[in-house]
C-alpha cells in the first residue's frame, strides 16, 4: 500500500510511521527534516520523506500528493497556543486553524477530486477538544470542533467515502507540556494508540469514529 502520514516526525505520526509493515511505501510529511530522514532508518516501510509546513506549503503538498497517489492518508498533525484567547497573538490561533482544520479540509477536498481516490482518508480529532470547550485552547479546540463537523458531514454526503475521525485522549507527547496538570490522572501511550489505529485502519470500519476516553481506564 501507498500511504501519506501528515505529521510523521513525532508523537502519534513517528509511532505510526514505525509499525507499517515492510510492503508498504511510506510519505512521511513534517516540517523537521532531520527527524524524519532519522524516522527513515527505524521503519519496516519504506520511508519517502516531505518536507512541508502545513500552515503555508499547502499547495506543495498537495501536489506532491497528487503525484504520491496514496491508498491512505493519515492527517494527524495539529496544535495551537495554550492560554486565555485573547492574551495569544490573532496569528497564533490563525496558524492552530490552518494547521489543524484548513489544510486538511484542502487535503479531503483535493483527494475526493483525484482521478483515483484515496480508498481511505483517517482525520486525526480530540476525545477532549472536538465535542467541549477546552479552556485555554479555544482555537486549537475550535479547529477540532470544525474537524468533526466536516467529518460528519462528508459522511451524510457520501457514504460511499471510506472517511474516519480518530479520536484519542491525552496522549504522552511533546503536543501535552511536560508539567500539564491532566497527566496526573494518567495518559495514553501513543505507540500502544498508533498500534490500535493501524489495526483499526485495515478494519472493516467504513466510516467509523473511534472516540478514546479522556485518560486510560
Ligand atoms: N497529545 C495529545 O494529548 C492529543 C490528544 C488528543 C488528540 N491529539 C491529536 O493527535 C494528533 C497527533 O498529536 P501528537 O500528540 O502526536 O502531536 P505532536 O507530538 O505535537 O506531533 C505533531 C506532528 O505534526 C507535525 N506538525 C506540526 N505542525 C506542523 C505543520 N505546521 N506542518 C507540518 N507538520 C506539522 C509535527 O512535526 P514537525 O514539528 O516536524 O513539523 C509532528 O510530526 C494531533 O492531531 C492532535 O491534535 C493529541
Redo the contacts with the bound molecule.
Sequence with gaps: MRIAI?????????CLCKIIPENNTVLA????RE?LEKLGSNTKAKVQPFV????RDIRLLLDELDAFSADVIFC????GPFGAFESKAWKDHVWAWQ??FLSVAQIVHAALNQKVRPRQIVL?G???AEQAGDPNAASYASAKHALRGLYESLKLENPALDLRLFS????D????PKNAEVRYKGVWD?QKVAEELWTWSLASDHGGHRLYTHHPK
Design positions: 501528515i505529521g510523521a516526525s513525532r508523537g502519534l505520526g513517528a510529511v513534517a516540517r523537521k527527524l512541508a509546513d502545513l500552515s494527524l498533525a495539529g496544535g494547521v489543524g486525526c480530540s476525545a477532549v484519542p485522549g491525552y496522549l507527547t511533546e503536543l501535552l501513543p
